[in-house]
């Protein structure tokens, strides 16, 4: 369950909470039942991987991926309909 901050506004007391985030947010200060205030949350931890997306950093790569990249070759198709046909270009 997450935890939530509160800060009494009449106070001054903060305290912290778990609640589930179905509950209603509480309303009153536990020491003066002063109104409180949500505070946000001081703490957030973003991970950010790799330089880009996951086509570019998780794709799993197929042996043939992995040699082509490693000699600097790119994968050509060549068209065997014209090198069959047997006609000359005039």
Request: with cysteine; charged share 40%; net charge positive.
């Amino acid at each position: 369950m997450p935890t939530y901050d509160y800060k009494c506004t009449k106070c001054g007391y903060t305290f912290s909470v778990e609640q589930s985030m179905l509950d209603k947010p509480l309303a009153r200060c536990r020491k003066c039942r002063g109104k409180l205030e949500k505070l946000l949350p001081q703490s957030i931890s973003l991970i950010f991987k790799g330089s880009g997306f996951y086509e570019t950093d998780y794709k799993k790569k197929t042996p043939k991926d992995t040699a082509d990249s490693k000699s600097g070759k790119k994968s050509e198709r060549k068209d065997t309909a014209d090198s069959q046909s047997g006609k000359k270009e005039k």
